[in-house]
């Protein structure tokens, strides 16, 4: 399966019919304009070229050729915009799917990496807080807080299931980037300070790529993550898998107890010697 060449990428998404559409028809709309205007410019090359004994005129009197397809041309661009790119945008931006059926994840950009973030199997995402922010905790999350628990975070990788909506909550730590993937028909600017959101609905499943589509700093080439759209089933085991162990600090004490007994035990063995 070829996934990028030289036409749109492949579409796994559920909308993503309505963007192609209207790019092709868009497409199709500007080559008939570029070659009809550039016919009509060839047209009156030759139909007002000087020739002796016609005078120059500015008025074009009769001719309304021009008008006619001008207003034909702004017609079609109504019909564009009322027809498809608003219930398009409406569909795609305004109507929200229902987030208690909804696969919801955080992305949260950076120089230049996307940290992913999924709120476990309680659905709530925990506190995060900057100044928790490492390397080994891009996303600042506060394990103390019971919700972040269950958190996982995962850097460049995006694992969602076919069939179910996803909405992504949008952000950056930085400076302005664009969450975008293409197989999705999804594109969005992440800015400092701005929670965006955005969804999708995957219908097929496969290996893809998410992308960062505005320039944002000299690793911006860099800045790729991957997409992975998978069965319900996989997902769900993959989300299993990636839970965190039970957290660190009663594991410490778990391991620390049975050392406690461990610690008395030369007594009786002293005791023995007594
Ligand atoms: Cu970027």
Redesign the pocket.
Known sequence: MQKYGWGLPIDISANGWQIDQLIIIIHVFMAILFVGWFCFFAYTLIRFRQRSGHKASHHVGHFKLPAYLEVGVALFEVVLLLGFSFPIWSQQKVVKPDEKDAVRVRVV?Q??AWNVHYPGVDGKFGKTDPALMSSSNPLGLDRTDPSALDDISITNQLHVPTGRNVIVYLSSKD?I??FTIPVMRVKQDAIPGHAGELWFQAKDAGDFEIA?A?L??LG?YR?RGFFISESPEKFEAWLKAQAPKPPAVPKVAAQAAPAAPATPAPVPSGAAHV
Do not use: N, P, T
Request: hydrophobic content about 35%; some cysteine; overall charge neutral.
């Open positions: 950009a120089q230049f400076v980037h664009s960062c505005q944002c700093g911006h800045m």
